[in-house]
Nanobody
């Protein structure tokens, strides 16, 4: 069992930056691919970014490519999402997810564990 706790959300102006963190419990963190997803009010949850078990492979949604960076520190059981050049349309609850696979997936149904989410609000 893996427990995930997100932090780092908040209110930021358009053009600003935030870094989200996701702390994981358990000894298996280093063998799992990790992902970030988001859900805006009234919309379905969508893929944002994912990273392989060792950080060697990453994938991003087109909407965040070039602005967001996913990374991980397996010594700290933590995955990060650095978000730059934020836009109002990035406003959402951001969720961390873990997949029992070494390689990243962009599909919600592939995720095995989810955090509770952290709210990011970008004002115009």
């Amino acid at each position: 069992q893996v427990q995930l706790v997100e932090s780092g959300g908040g209110l930021v102006q358009a053009g600003g930056s935030l870094r989200l963190s996701c702390a994981a419990s358990g000894r298996t963190f280093g063998t799992y691919a990790m992902g970030w997803f988001r859900q805006a009010p009234g919309k379905e949850r969508e893929f944002v970014a994912a990273i392989s078990w060792n950080g060697g492979s990453t994938t991003y949604a087109d909407s965040v490519k070039g602005r967001f960076t996913i990374s991980r520190d397996n010594t700290k059981n933590t995955v990060y999402l650095q978000m730059n050049s934020l836009k109002p349309e990035d406003t959402a609850v951001y969720y961390c997810a873990a997949e029992k696979s070494r390689w990243p997936s962009s599909h919600l149904q592939d995720m095995d564990y989810w955090g509770e989410g952290t709210l990011v609000t970008v004002s115009s």
